[in-house]
């Protein structure tokens, strides 16, 4: 029976595309196709670009994402919590509890080390 | 359906298949074509907001406007950028809203119709709903433009720090109902959630908008700063794309809210007449995706350092609090575990509300004094800075 749902999770994610696909390849055969240089080029409020855009950036973007990692894997845990928790005892809130510090500890090292701090 | 695919000669598993290959195409077809509303919706609405008429010349009271775009969509022509990565470029429209409709497999349309019942469906919606994430970086990446850059950076920052509220306040209704199914928590529900923690209603509402990148924080598209953001080299029907899977994801998150929060397809006589309860989630949705579209046309884009630090430094701490707290009291609470009808839920549901309210105004008098503090110290700022300026004007006499 449980076989029997993921049957149609799998059919979704082979349908699904097919569904997306459709529209986008009636466009490619319908839409008209005059590309020139110009048209060509990114797109930039019409000034002409200065190079390509693959270059470095400023890190302060990826230093949330490793913030969020520690927290997403965390959540991973307190999922199975969550769901059993009707079941267990209090022990399971205390458990939590502690859970939950260590992870305001990082949140708290985090901030105090300055790295939510936008410069 | 399997029986009549048995009747016309197909054997057991092949009939199931195809039923269940009818069933994704009616999900999916559904899903695409209620997009087409509600975009009628949304401009009807955001024009009452802004005072305008909004579409009324296709069709009845505008109806139709959305079919026409989509048809003029279509016959566009796709101008694309020469140096785009062209995998990643062509993959991430359909993988945006790929990301959307996926998570219509396991919605319960009412008591009897739900695509597939997943025993862990809401870690299934959360997973699939993170690849549009994947999406955004990929087109911002791909499309080699600048704007489009900056915003895939945001999307990084933005998108992904709002998951860690909306994941934790998702939490609380797997908790209460003890089960991941959707349709379970749905069941669970003989009161709606949203009395018992408005708190979470409100966390997972923010943190939805946020994920789905509009309202004030539609920092990812930024018409007056970064054009258009991360589709800002896409066009035709690829373009049409991400503007359907914004759509379907708006939609899609009232959806949930409605499901988990608002009890989903329960109402009166939705049990008996299976078809009604369809119409109540319809309803519901309906109401959230109002709630979402005012909240979006009422409030200003906020700054991306205000975004980061009212996620970190708010949203996660106050969900966290929040989850402790629900958690601490219905362990408190005896026989939670067995709540089967209205007369049980009731007293649950009183005491959960009170500890809210409490939270409500913890929260509130907290803000007033975090602004005070900040007003103070920007007052400060303009005294030290406008000291100097009088102390130079006297030395000139």
Not at chain 2, 16 to 39: D, S
Not at chain 2, 372 to 387: G, L
Request: net charge neutral; proline share 4%.
């Amino acid at each position: 029976m449980i076989l029997n749902e993921w049957v149609f999770v799998g059919l979704f994610f082979l349908l699904g595309p097919v569904l997306l696909v459709v529209p986008i390849a009636l466009s490619k055969w319908l839409a008209p196709k005059r590309p020139t240089p110009i048209k060509q080029d990114a797109y930039e409020c019409g000034a002409e670009p200065v190079g390509l855009a693959w270059k470095q950036f400023r890190a302060e973007y990826y230093i949330f994402a490793l913030v969020f990692l520690v927290f997403d894997v965390e959540l991973v845990f307190m999922f199975p919590w969550a769901l059993a928790y009707n079941k267990l005892g209090l022990f399971a809130l205390f458990e939590m509890v502690i859970f939950v510090l260590l992870l305001v500890v990082a949140l708290v090292y985090t901030w105090r080390k300055g790295a939510l701090e936008w410069s | 359906m399997t029986g009549f695919l048995q009747d016309i000669g197909l054997s057991y598993e092949l009939a199931v298949l195809v039923a269940k290959a009818l069933g994704v195409a009616v999900v999916g077809a559904f899903g695409l074509l209620w997009t087409l509303l509600g975009i009628w919706i949304e401009r009807k609405v955001a024009a009452r907001f802004q005072d305008r008429v909004g579409p009324n010349r296709v069709g009845p009271f505008g109806l139709l406007q959305s079919i026409a775009d989509a048809v003029k969509i279509i016959l566009k022509e796709d101008i694309m950028n020469r140096h785009v990565d062209r995998w990643p470029y062509n993959l991430a429209p359909i993988l945006s809203t790929l990301s959307v409709m996926l998570i219509w497999a396991v919605i319960p349309f009412t008591a009897a119709w739900v695509g597939a019942d997943l025993n862990v469906g809401v870690l299934y919606l959360v997973a699939v709903g993170s690849l549009g994430t994947v999406a955004v970086i990929m087109a911002g990446w791909s499309s080699n433009n600048k704007y489009a850059l900056i915003s895939a950076f945001r999307a990084v920052a933005q998108l992904i720090s709002y998951e860690v509220p909306m994941v934790i306040s998702l939490l609380v209704p797997v908790m209460l109902a003890g089960s991941l199914s959707v349709q379970a928590i749905v069941k669970s529900q003989h009161i709606a959630y949203l009395f018992a923690v408005p708190m979470t209603v409100l966390i997972f509402l923010i943190s939805g908008q946020a994920e789905n990148g509009r309202g004030p924080f539609d920092l990812l598209e930024a018409e007056s700063e970064i054009v258009a953001g991360f589709h800002i080299e896409y066009s035709g029907m690829k373009f049409g794309m991400f503007y359907v899977g914004e759509f379907l994801h708006a939609f899609t998150l009232s959806v949930l809210t409605a499901l988990l929060f608002l009890g989903g397809w329960q109402g009166p006589l939705a049990e008996k007449i299976i078809p009604l309860g369809f119409v109540y989630l319809l309803l519901k949705s309906v109401f959230v995706y109002f709630v979402l579209i005012w909240v979006r046309m009422t409030l200003p884009r906020v700054r991306i350092d205000h975004l980061l630090n009212f996620n970190w430094k708010f949203l996660v701490p106050l969900s966290l609090i929040n989850l402790l707290v629900v958690a601490f009291l219905w362990k408190l609470m005896p026989d939670t575990d067995q709540i089967n009808s209205f007369a049980d839920a009731l007293g649950p549901t009183l005491v959960l509300f009170l500890a809210n309210v409490v939270m409500f105004a913890g929260v509130a008098w907290w803000l007033r004094e975090w602004a005070r503090r900040d007003r103070e110290h920007i007052e400060a700022r303009r005294a030290v800075v406008a000291e100097p300026a009088e102390a130079t004007a006297a030395a000139g006499d």
